[in-house]
T-cell receptor, first 113, second 110 residues
Framework: EAQVTQNPRYLITVTGKKLTVTCSQN?????MSWYRQDPGLGLRQIYY???????DKGDVPEGYKVSRKEKRNFPLILESPSPNQTSLYFC????????????FGSGTQLSVL | GESVGLHLPTLSVQEGDNSIINCAYS??????FIWYKQESGKGPQFIID?????DKRQGQRVTVLLNKTVKHLSLQIAATQPGDSAVYFCAENRAGYALNFGKGTSLLVT
């Protein structure tokens, strides 16, 4: 089954404790992206990647890092999480020529205390 | 900055009626516009898109209308069903390979 898999589904952590949210897709998509969703603010892009070893900042990249060492994986790293990073995070992927047709994962609800 | 925005945060319709969800955009340079549906507890799901050189596009029970004169986009859902209850997002492409999402309209089918 074609899918984007995020882990974990839920995560509660404390300020300053490094964490990684994993994302993997099995559709051989070149394009991958991370979004955060907050009430009243909709979906905002954090980072995206056009292909292996190519990443670019989105609208709200501060406090986040990403890497794209393999085509299928695109982890989101929070080196020192803060409470304002409490949010619902979505990973998405698509063919590079069809970015309008994003496939989203089921989301990761992160709470930073 | 450039943005997309939905006219109403919530919309309630009766089962069997037609639904119309509206969206305004500001970027005249967008090449295409997209509608996504997000059911509770799930990630957004692509519904339909429309290129900027089109006025109308139809899918299965859905129609998207684009009015470039007033920078307005709408999603029409025919014979709305309970399974259509969800949050609907409009989005536009931006320079490069990114989508700019609106804030979403919650559709409740009663």
């Amino acid at each position: 089954e074609a899918q984007v898999t995020q882990n974990p589904r839920y995560l509660i952590t404390v300020t300053g404790k490094k964490l990684t949210v994993t994302c993997s897709q099995n559709m051989n998509h070149e394009y991958m992206s991370w979004y955060r969703q907050d009430p009243g603010l909709g979906l905002r892009q954090i980072y995206y990647s056009m292909n292996v070893e190519v990443t670019d900042k989105g609208d709200v990249p501060e406090g986040y890092k990403v890497s794209r060492k393999e085509k299928r994986n695109f982890p989101l790293i929070l080196e020192s999480p803060s409470p304002n990073q409490t949010s619902l995070y979505f990973c998405a992927s698509s063919l590079v020529g069809a970015v309008e047709k994003l496939f989203f994962g089921s989301g990761t609800q992160l709470s930073v205390l | 900055g450039e943005s997309v925005g939905l006219h109403l945060p919530t919309l309630s319709v009766q089962e069997g009626d037609n639904s119309i969800i509206n969206c305004a955009y500001s970027n005249s340079a967008s090449d295409y516009f997209i509608w996504y549906k997000q059911e509770s507890g799930k990630g957004p799901q692509f519904i339909i898109d429309i290129r900027s050189n089109m006025d109308k596009r139809q899918g299965q029970r859905v129609t998207v209308l684009l009015n470039k004169t007033v920078k307005h986009l709408s999603l029409q859902i025919a014979a709305t069903q309970p399974g259509d209850s969800a949050v609907y997002f409009c989005a536009e492409n931006r320079a490069g390979y990114a989508l700019n999402f609106g804030k979403g309209t919650s559709l409740l089918v009663t």
